[in-house]
């Protein structure tokens, strides 16, 4: 059976919970609502939960180890079920990006993401797709004050529907490609969806 990791990125306090960083996290809980998951399972450094759909096994993961290390839970994972990166979704907040918009790529370099960097150092490869959720321009604040912040408002709302659309994402990545997928996710903006 073909075998798919998908993790969602973030930190595990409770102090981060509602955090721009923890977007992943978010993502990742979007998609476990939608396919009846529960991400509880304790193993590889982190939270785990595992399904079938459409004849694919799915196995969820939120890394436990805070945002730095997060390869080390991602390839102990992928480590354990024989999974190559081309068959590891990542779901990782992109301060590139504004609140609404997110990008689809199936490969690249970290961006300066932490996270994404310790991935791609542990797994040896950056050969693996990733759906970027975009969590707003610092507008002048700096960085680490930024992506610790806290949405509000509108943007809170905004990023309820782009949770949910990264998680259809990652699903249309296994069942059509990334090609179709980024022509289907890129340059969306759910900031104009009436949400």
Not at 51 to 69: D, R
């Amino acid at each position: 059976m073909e075998t798919y990791l998908i993790a969602g990125l973030g930190n595990p306090d409770k102090k981060y919970e509602e955090t721009r960083h923890n977007a992943g996290f978010k993502a990742i809980e979007a998609l476990a609502d939608k396919l009846g998951v529960s991400i509880s399972d304790k193993k590889f450094k982190g939270l785990c939960g595992t399904t079938v759909v459409n004849g694919v096994k799915l196995i969820l993961l939120k890394p436990l180890t805070y945002m730095n290390l997060s390869g080390d839970a991602v390839a102990e994972a992928a480590n354990f079920y024989k999974i190559e990166p081309s068959h590891i979704i990542i779901l990782f907040d992109d301060v590139n990006f504004a609140c609404g918009h997110m990008r689809v790529r199936g490969s690249g370099s970290a961006g300066g993401h932490n996270g994404m960097k310790n991935i791609i150092l542990r797994l040896g490869s950056d050969a693996f797709p990733r759906v970027r959720i975009g969590v707003g321009d610092k507008e002048g604040r700096d960085m680490i004050s930024h992506v610790l912040g806290k949405f509000e408002g509108e943007d809170r709302k905004v990023m309820d529907e782009v949770y949910k659309a990264a998680a259809d994402a990652a699903l249309c990545i296994i069942d059509n490609g990334v090609e179709k997928t980024m022509n289907k996710y890129n340059g969306l903006d759910l900031s104009q969806k009436d949400v």
